[in-house]
């Protein structure tokens, strides 16, 4: 008789601890849908200016030896070798 009653609050600690679990993390799943709701509609909001960051000529970069000069000191530091070892053969728009 004892055995049985340890293990009937056994059973129950056991459960209660799972169903705590289980509560946690789905409080935390709806948690990150409705923030991630919330997130897409503020993005959705905002207006759309992107003339102002992009040149409206298609065919030209202004200032283009220095925009590869740049680019070329920017890809070096990050490779981690010198500048003089890196050649950039174009340059496209994207």
Do not use: H, W, Y
């Not at 909001?45 to 960051?53: G, L, T």
């Not at 925009?67 to 990050?78: G, K, L, P």
């Amino acid at each position: 008789m004892l055995l049985a009653v340890n293990f009937g609050e056994t059973m129950i600690s056991c459960l209660i601890g799972i169903g705590t679990v289980f509560v946690g993390l789905i409080s935390i799943i709806l948690i990150c849908k409705i923030m991630g709701a919330v997130c897409l509609a503020l993005i959705k909001d905002e207006p759309k200016n992107n003339s102002a960051a992009i040149p409206s000529d298609s065919g030209n970069i202004p200032n283009k030896q220095e925009f590869i000069a740049a680019v070329s000191a920017a890809i070096a530091e990050d490779m981690g070798k010198d500048i003089n070892g890196i050649r950039i053969l174009s340059v496209k728009k994207l």
